[in-house]
């Protein structure tokens, strides 16, 4: 079927303003996660969903952060009162399950910029 | 933590073969991951190490040696389309399912 979505593909917020990203993962993946790429910058871990649960929130950057997972499947990142270091593209994955051995498909990614 | 190093930058000719090599420190060794991100692109799958030794898929392989925190990623007939950046990537035990990544190297292929 098709691959990881995102969405939006890009979004332009004003400093304080909360942005709410969204993933939908491959059908079947039980485990999902997110991640960010400032530009030219490697990817940095933020938090993983093993079906509902995030067992490790220690990524997330700040108390700003927040993500949940329903039903199993669609993901939604919420950023509260962004900040200009915010700006960044936020890349979500899935595998099947959280086994050493799975691989991550990546989505397009969400660009954000906080202006 | 964990420590990741790649080059930030190579430059290879069409045709040639290419070595990017990425060194790591860690605790709880659980995997080394290769992954190819074209410009503006989602990150793809390239290969998989846990043993020590080489894995060849097609044109890539893949080293890996766990005693020296060291594995290289080996292209080879180059093409245009392989310039892109690849990325290390590497999975602890006892860590969720995280990978953490390297910066990347980004790799130009010239004709």
């Known amino acids: 079927g098709a691959g990881v979505s995102q969405s939006p593909s890009n979004k332009v917020t004003e400093k304080g303003k909360d942005v709410e990203l969204r993933c939908d993962p491959i059908?079947?993946?039980?485990?999902l996660y997110w991640y960010r790429q400032s530009l030219g910058q490697g990817l940095e871990f933020l938090i993983y969903?093993?079906?509902?649960?995030?067992?490790?929130k220690s990524g997330l950057p700040s108390d700003r952060f927040s993500a949940e997972r329903t039903g199993g499947s669609v993901s939604t990142l919420t950023i509260q009162r962004t900040q200009q270091e915010d700006s960044a593209v936020y890349l979500c994955?899935?595998?099947?399950?959280?086994?050493?051995?799975?691989?991550?498909?990546f989505g397009p990614g969400t660009r954000l910029t906080v202006t | 933590g964990q420590n990741i190093d790649q080059p930030t930058e190579m430059t290879a000719t069409e045709g040639a073969i290419v070595q990017i090599n990425c060194t790591y420190q860690?605790?709880?060794?659980?995997?080394l991951f290769w992954y190819q991100q074209h410009a503006g692109e989602a990150p793809t799958f390239l290969s998989y190490?846990?043993?020590?030794g080489l894995e060849e898929k097609g044109r890539f392989s893949s080293f890996l040696s766990r005693s020296k925190g060291y594995s290289y990623l080996l292209l080879k007939e180059l093409q245009m389309k392989d310039s892109a950046s690849y990325l290390c990537?590497?999975?602890?035990?006892?860590?969720?399912?995280?990978?953490?990544f390297g910066g990347g190297t980004r790799l130009m292929v010239k004709p």
């Open positions: 969903f093993q079906g509902n649960s995030a067992p490790d």
């Open positions: 190490n846990v043993l020590d």
């Open positions: 990537a590497v999975r602890v035990l006892n860590a969720g399912n995280m990978l953490t």
């Open positions: 994955a899935s595998s099947l399950a959280a086994a050493s051995t799975d691989e991550q498909y």
């Open positions: 059908s079947g993946h039980t485990a």
């Open positions: 860690t605790s709880g060794f659980n995997g």
